[in-house]
């Protein structure tokens, strides 16, 4: 941005004084910009990360607990090891409901004896093994019925093809026509019996010209023969 538009600080006078011989009192106002300014030096205070402070802190212990937090965040953990030892505490001092007392009452059964739910669970275990059985094998005959029917009909393609062909080259050559009649006549064009064929071969092409007047031209003449007349 210019500041021409601007007064001077000691505007010029003309008249006598004009040229160097001008004499004024010194001014006594100085300008904004010519005071003393930043005269003393900023120095962290207590919590602006200070030399000391820095030097106390366990920088690897924070950044450590910086991504245990982002990973626990990503994978819906307790973001705080204190939070969740105060959501254990609270869970263990917690009363069941009714004065009741919780506890673990183990199975009246041996650890030698064999569990009839487990039996149960090996045998539809067992019939779960078998029925996949089944299904794999009904699986395996539809994809090999498959891969046969597929090769069944590109080898019929692949006879087709070469029927075709070899029909082709019997009866594309009429030197190499093998039984039944022959015709050596050319195939009349789609177009051989159109009245009005090449009407324009014989006649004569118009000659260009240069004509140096800008109303006899041949241009202006066609100009005037397809918009005026």
Do not use: C
Not at 47 to 76: N, T
Not at 146 to 169: I, N, Q, S
Request: net charge negative; proline share 4%; charged share 40%.
């Amino acid at each position: 941005m210019t500041t021409a538009h601007r007064p001077t600080w000691a505007p010029a006078v003309g008249g006598e004084e004009q040229g160097g011989m001008r004499i004024f009192k010194p001014s006594v106002a100085v300008s904004s910009k010519n005071l003393p300014a930043h005269t003393k030096l900023k120095f962290r205070q207590e919590g602006q990360s200070g030399l000391d402070e820095v030097r106390a802190k366990d920088l690897r212990a924070e950044l450590d607990e910086k991504e245990r937090r982002h990973f626990a965040s990503k994978s819906g953990a307790v973001s705080n090891f204190e939070e969740e030892r105060q959501r254990d505490l609270k869970l263990l001092e917690a009363a069941p409901p009714d004065g009741q007392t919780k506890q673990l009452v183990p199975k009246a059964i041996d650890a030698d004896d064999e569990d009839p739910e487990s039996s149960e669970s090996s045998s539809d275990d067992e019939d779960d093994d078998d029925e996949e059985a089944l299904l794999l094998a009904e699986l395996e005959r539809i994809k090999k019925e498959r891969a046969e029917e597929a090769a069944k009909k590109a080898r019929e393609e692949a006879e087709a093809a070469t029927k075709a062909k070899e029909e082709e080259l019997r009866t594309g050559n009429p030197l190499l026509a093998i039984g039944g009649e022959v015709s050596f006549n050319i195939k009349r064009r789609w177009d051989d019996d159109v009245v009005f064929k090449n009407q324009a071969r014989g006649e004569p092409k118009a000659q260009k010209r240069f004509v140096n007047d800008t109303i006899r031209n041949d241009f202006h003449k066609r100009f005037l023969q397809r918009y005026i007349k």
